[in-house]
């Protein structure tokens, strides 16, 4: 955690910031890259490569780790993405897997990639159950759909096609930082109530956008 965010929470750190004369911030244009660990890269090279198809286009090895110092052999390999982006990965020599978030629902922590349509969907869940891989989906987020699986490496994959344009986009983004602040406020009550042992272990929503999945939840016996 860094000493700003220890120091303020953030709806005063969006103001300090202006406040104390920092630069401002450089435009971030897309995603470079995403790296994670790789069990064997053989192995992932035939997942992202001939079932997801992106070309494996760059590999690093190295002894030494250059951010760190730290000897620790690699191969990092890199795969992509129709926009001049990344997907990339480490095989330490190990064929050791990262292992999943002890603290968090297998759902949670993902990568979603960008496909044009429902149609390519359909056709990337086909390829990927082929080859024996289990598909969730296509899901309806309303603003886009979704397939979703788990590369060899225990990485949760989407695929997402976008239904909304850019004005729908847009006009839902106004509402985001009052919502954020709201739910902001009713964590902070949530705390002081949890201090006090009054309060439950997580604090769920007040508001409920998908009121489709409580039926279907309810359904079930
Ligand atoms: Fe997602």
């Not at 911030?25 to 079932?51: G, K, M, S, V």
């Not at 978030?101 to 496909?115: D, M």
Request: charged residues 25%; negative net charge.
């Amino acid at each position: 955690m860094t000493s700003l965010a220890k120091s303020a929470p953030p709806s005063q750190t969006r103001a300090g910031l202006q406040d104390v004369g920092l630069p401002p911030a450089a435009p971030i244009h897309q995603l470079h890259h995403y790296a994670y660990r790789a069990r064997d890269a053989e192995e992932t090279r035939h997942f992202y490569e001939d079932i997801l198809g992106l070309p494996l286009y760059h590999i690093i090895q190295s002894d030494y780790v250059p951010s760190t110092g730290e000897y620790c052999p690699y191969t990092h390999f890199f795969f992509r993405l129709q926009d001049g982006s990344f997907i990339a990965f480490f095989d330490l020599g190990d064929d050791v897997a990262a292992l999943p978030s002890p603290n968090t629902p297998a759902w949670v922590n993902h990568i979603s990639f960008r496909v044009d349509s429902e149609a390519d969907l359909q056709s990337m869940k086909a390829r990927l159950e082929a080859e024996g891989v289990e598909v969730l989906g296509v899901t309806d987020h309303h603003i886009f759909k979704s397939i979703y699986f788990f590369d060899p490496n225990g990485v949760r994959l989407e695929l997402t096609a976008q239904l909304a344009d850019e004005f729908q986009m847009q006009k839902e983004s106004t509402s985001a930082h009052a919502r954020l602040a709201d739910w902001t406020a009713r964590k902070q009550q949530w705390r002081a109530e949890r201090a006090l042992g009054r309060a439950e272990q997580a604090l769920k929503p007040a508001q409920n956008d998908r009121p489709e999945f409580v039926k279907k939840a309810s359904a079930k016996p």
